[in-house]
């Protein structure tokens, strides 16, 4: 399952988790994705979209 967001490219992100001893082991960050109906040429099509783009109206959402 690819974690990218399908309107801006928004993906996994790694780096570390930092302890108080300042140990360092590997994570990663999600984007926060939402499956949404948008209008796409005049025809509804489900998407996987972040809740940026939904925040920022990139997106013609389907009622």
Known sequence: MAF???VCGKGTRSGNNVSHSVRRTKRT???????????V??????MKVCAACLRSN???RAM
């Open 29 to 39: 960050w999600k984007p926060n994705l939402q499956k949404v109906k948008v209008i």
């Open 58 to 60: 990139k997106v013609q």
């Open 41 to 46: 040429n005049g025809t509804p099509k489900r």
């Open 4 to 6: 990218v967001c399908e």
